[in-house]
């Protein structure tokens, strides 16, 4: 293995396979998947949506290749951390849609910049309980 890279826990990052080679130097999903407890999927409609701004289930579902049910899951997920926003648009025949949006990348900034907070401290948490023994 390089300088560069390590062997992830035998948990692995969430969506990585275990002892998949990870980059010392965090990589966004890396980040993101840590921070968030984003999986693979998740991470591909973000990364969809940051693309294809006001793209509805059905354009997201083609554009990445998978069913619009797991689509519905992960802009759920997402919607829930608000890493993307839904908003309903009329329809010329009447009707309506919902499009998906991913937050603005500032705001997303910030939002990871929390959840990195959060993680690091239950980090240290979980650390401090294995490196001092309870008595």
């Known amino acids: 293995m390089s300088g560069n890279t390590a062997e992830s826990p035998e948990m692995g990052f ?10 010392v130097t965090p990589q966004i999903d890396d980040i993101l998947s840590v921070a968030f407890d984003l999986n693979t999927r998740d991470l591909q409609v973000y990364h969809a949506l940051l693309g294809r701004p006001n793209a509805t289930t059905q354009e997201l579902a083609e554009i990445i290749g998978i069913d ?13 951390l608000d890493l993307a926003h839904r908003r309903r648009r009329l329809l010329e025949g009447g009707g309506h849609c919902y499009v998906y949006t991913a937050t603005e990348v500032e705001e997303a900034r910030e939002l990871l910049q929390e959840g990195l907070d959060v993680w690091t401290e239950r980090a240290r948490d979980e650390l401090q309980g294995v490196l001092v023994p309870e008595p």
């Open 68 to 80: 619009r049910s797991n689509v519905n899951r992960s802009l759920r997920r997402l919607g829930e």
């Open 14 to 23: 969430p969506g990585r396979d275990p002892r998949t080679p990870v980059s």
